[in-house]
């Protein structure tokens, strides 16, 4: 699997066993080399998604608008309700 993903057992090894986390786009990768169908990707995506213990955003080319709302929503995180973050989620899903 490491030979097809183009890194190191060594690597793989450490995603595996928790000691570093998922690459960006790894799991698409994994999808598109494998040939994944839609069920599988998005389980996949859903399992990859459960482990996450923190999440990069890249501001580089964000509007200021764009900063203020993701911003908002990192210091505002721990304080939002089930319902207000159904709300975003289904926004998000639009």
Same mark, same amino acid.
Request: hydrophobic share 40%; no cysteine; net charge negative.
């Given at each position: @699997?490491?030979?097809?993903?183009?890194? %190191?057992?060594?690597?793989? *090894? *450490? +995603?595996?066993?928790?000691? /570093?986390?998922?690459?960006?786009?790894? %799991?698409? %990768?994994?999808?598109?080399?494998?040939?994944?169908?839609?069920? @599988?990707?998005? &389980?996949?995506? #859903? $399992?990859?998604? &459960? +482990?996450?213990?923190?999440?990069? +955003?890249?501001?580089? $080319?964000?509007?200021?608008?764009?900063?203020?709302?993701?911003?908002?929503? $990192? /210091?505002?995180?721990?304080?939002? %309700?089930? #319902?207000?973050?159904?709300? +975003?989620?289904?926004?998000?899903?639009?």
């Amino acid at each position: @699997m490491a030979g097809k993903l183009e890194i %190191t057992s060594a690597y793989l *090894s *450490s +995603i595996e066993n928790g000691k /570093r986390q998922i690459p960006i786009n790894m %799991t698409k %990768t994994i999808v598109a080399k494998y040939k994944l169908d839609d069920f @599988m990707a998005d &389980s996949l995506l #859903e $399992a990859e998604d &459960s +482990i996450k213990k923190n999440v990069e +955003i890249n501001l580089n $080319a964000a509007n200021q608008s764009q900063k203020t709302v993701v911003l908002s929503l $990192a /210091r505002q995180f721990e304080q939002l %309700t089930d #319902e207000q973050l159904e709300k +975003i989620r289904q926004i998000l899903e639009e």
